[in-house]
């Protein structure tokens, strides 16, 4: 009898399709969904049934501008409902580019994505205190504009300009996690929880219904993985080791990091929350909840990352 298919989990930011130096064209995402394909498949041809879980910042935020401008004519909706919409647009892409992918290096097998929703608490801190980027990048005067007019939250984003900034409540549970593991079954790829998931709460009626939200990705793919038992959980960022001292004259990178010296970094300010942090958080509570390892790195080195030669790797101790 052949041996079960081991579970990789890999997330991955929505800017890996649509960077800042795009227009935002349908051509451009598809384009870098094909890029990203090639080294989704590498996950595979290393023998793993895989998971992904990708970022929305820039497509919900892109899905709100159009919104406001076209708000005379079509009337808005709701962020839970953009972030299932970026769920379908970005799953199809992604869906199509893998199994194409696939077939080309004679792998194969069923690529599938799942809408996902996740529970949240509706009184999580979070909904008085927006902290998630999305969408593009501002100048300071529009970005008061925006505040002013539209009663947009605005930050600043390391360096590179204002972003409209929305509610990011932890998630809780992912109610989608059964019907997951049926479909990794039969298919090679499912994509779920995009965009961290639809966030949703259950009502006192008992029903469940949508809030006003953006759920991080990294935390979400990290419940997820968790529930699965994955045997490895990849978060791809845009550096191939993790830093100490980022950008520091004693900036050090690390090949190596028990969850203790994780916490410990944590807790000294070493990975702030809107960059590291949450990728370090998650990685965390993975290993704490399964034993296994967490590969952090850059889509640009994964396959060296994948053989043990480049990334930094997460584990429970020594």
Same mark, same amino acid.
């Given at each position: 009898?052949?041996?079960?298919?081991?579970?990789?989990?890999?997330?991955?930011?929505?800017?890996?399709?649509?960077?800042?130096?795009?227009?935002?064209?349908?051509?451009?995402?598809?384009?870098?969904?094909?890029?990203?394909?090639?080294?989704?498949?590498?996950?595979?041809?290393? =023998?793993?049934?895989?998971? &992904? +879980?990708? $970022?929305?910042?820039? @497509?919900?935020?892109? /899905?709100?501008?159009?919104?406001?401008?076209?708000?005379?004519?079509?009337?808005?909706?709701?962020?839970?409902?953009?972030?299932?919409?970026?769920?379908?647009?970005?799953?199809?892409?992604?869906?199509?580019?893998?199994?194409?992918?696939?077939?080309?290096?004679?792998?194969?097998?069923?690529?599938?994505?799942?809408?996902?929703?996740?529970?949240?608490?509706?009184?999580?801190?979070?909904?008085?205190?927006?902290?998630?980027?999305?969408?593009?990048?501002?100048?300071?005067?529009?970005?008061?504009?925006?505040?002013?007019?539209?009663?947009?939250?605005?930050?600043?984003?390391?360096?590179?300009?204002?972003?409209?900034?929305?509610?990011?409540?932890?998630?809780?549970?992912?109610?989608?996690?059964?019907?997951?593991?049926?479909?990794?079954?039969?298919?090679?790829?499912?994509?779920?929880?995009? =965009?961290?998931?639809?966030? &949703? +709460?259950? $009502?006192?009626?008992? @029903?469940?219904?949508? /809030?006003?939200?953006?759920?991080?990705?990294?935390?979400?793919?990290?419940?997820?993985?968790?529930?699965?038992?994955?045997?490895?959980?990849?978060?791809?960022?845009?550096?191939?080791?993790?830093?100490?001292?980022?950008?520091?004259?004693?900036?050090?990178?690390?090949?190596?990091?028990?969850?203790?010296?994780?916490?410990?970094?944590?807790?000294?300010?070493?990975?702030?929350?809107?960059?590291?942090?949450?990728?370090?958080?998650?990685?965390?509570?993975?290993?704490?909840?399964?034993?296994?390892?967490?590969?952090?790195?850059?889509?640009?080195?994964?396959?060296?990352?994948?053989?043990?030669?480049?990334?930094?790797?997460?584990?429970?101790?020594?």
């Amino acid at each position: 009898m052949a041996a079960a298919a081991k579970l990789a989990v890999v997330a991955f930011g929505g800017n890996a399709l649509l960077r800042a130096e795009d227009r935002g064209t349908q051509e451009e995402q598809i384009a870098r969904a094909k890029q990203a394909a090639r080294w989704l498949a590498e996950i595979v041809r290393h =023998g793993y049934k895989l998971i &992904v +879980v990708h $970022g929305n910042g820039p @497509q919900v935020g892109n /899905i709100l501008v159009q919104a406001e401008e076209a708000s005379t004519k079509i009337p808005p909706q709701s962020l839970d409902v953009c972030v299932a919409q970026t769920e379908g647009s970005i799953g199809f892409m992604l869906q199509q580019a893998i199994r194409n992918r696939l077939e080309s290096i004679g792998v194969g097998g069923e690529v599938a994505t799942i809408l996902t929703e996740v529970e949240v608490d509706g009184n999580d801190p979070a909904f008085k205190r927006p902290t998630k980027p999305i969408g593009p990048f501002f100048t300071r005067y529009r970005a008061e504009a925006l505040e002013r007019d539209l009663g947009w939250t605005m930050r600043e984003d390391a360096g590179r300009g204002w972003r409209h900034v929305v509610p990011s409540p932890r998630p809780l549970r992912i109610l989608n996690t059964r019907t997951v593991a049926r479909m990794l079954d039969s298919a090679a790829v499912v994509v779920a929880a995009g =965009g961290g998931g639809i966030p &949703v +709460v259950r $009502g006192r009626d008992g @029903q469940w219904r949508g /809030i006003e939200a953006v759920i991080d990705k990294d935390y979400a793919s990290a419940l997820l993985a968790s529930d699965l038992n994955a045997d490895l959980f990849v978060i791809l960022t845009g550096v191939s080791k993790v830093s100490l001292d980022f950008g520091k004259p004693t900036q050090r990178t690390l090949d190596r990091m028990t969850i203790a010296e994780a916490e410990s970094h944590l807790a000294a300010g070493q990975f702030p929350p809107g960059s590291m942090g949450p990728k370090i958080e998650s990685a965390i509570q993975f290993v704490r909840a399964t034993k296994k390892q967490v590969l952090i790195t850059d889509v640009d080195v994964l396959r060296e990352a994948l053989e043990g030669k480049d990334g930094t790797v997460v584990v429970a101790s020594g």
